[in-house]
């Protein structure tokens, strides 16, 4: 062994208690316990044969995102991100059209407006608030661009999400 270099006859040994901050909470050692998944067996009316219905995904992601391991935790809250925005709404803007006039229009401004208000402020954008004409609406909806069906306004709340152009009729 060269000289000048050290010899320790016991190495020392790091363990989690001498590593561990004295004013913080013990650090958990090894990974949370395992659970059963919920699990539960029925049978059918119909067949002599159990039927297991198990968590859906969602819930496991709540579970993860819950768990008392930190990693385990920052993942579950990674994959419920990713599952927000692949499953977000489309933001793209409406684009009104009223003769020869075309307008965009905020989706997130039209789906905080029921049917009736939010037909009511497309009108004052075009000018049309105190025209004598009855009008209504028509719009195309993703999938299916070219044709402009009618819309029902007590519907409005579940459509906009999905709708491409509207179209003010006379």
Do not use: C
Not at 18 to 31: F, K
Not at 145 to 151: A, F, G, L, N, S
Request: charge should be neutral; proline fraction near 9%; glycine fraction near 6%.
């Amino acid at each position: 062994m060269a000289e000048g270099v050290p010899r320790f006859i016991n190495p020392p040994r790091y363990t989690m208690a001498t590593l561990q901050h004295p004013n913080l909470p013990p650090m958990p050692r090894g990974p949370p316990p395992l659970t059963p998944s919920t699990t539960s067996t029925s049978t059918s009316s119909n067949s002599s044969s159990p039927t297991v219905h198990r968590m859906g995904i969602p819930e496991k992601l709540a579970d993860l995102t819950n768990s008392p391991n930190t990693v385990a935790a920052g993942v579950g809250e990674v994959l419920q991100a990713l599952a927000a925005v692949t499953n977000a709404p489309n933001s793209k803007p409406i684009m009104v059209e009223f003769g020869n006039r075309v307008m965009a229009v905020g989706r997130s401004r039209m789906m905080t407006m029921n049917g009736r208000n939010a037909f009511l402020y497309m009108k004052s954008k075009f000018g049309l608030l105190n025209a004598s004409t009855a009008f209504f609406l028509e719009a195309t909806f993703e999938g299916n661009e070219d044709r402009y069906v009618e819309i029902d306004l007590d519907s409005w709340e579940e459509l906009v999400v999905y709708m491409h152009k509207l179209r003010i009729i006379s």
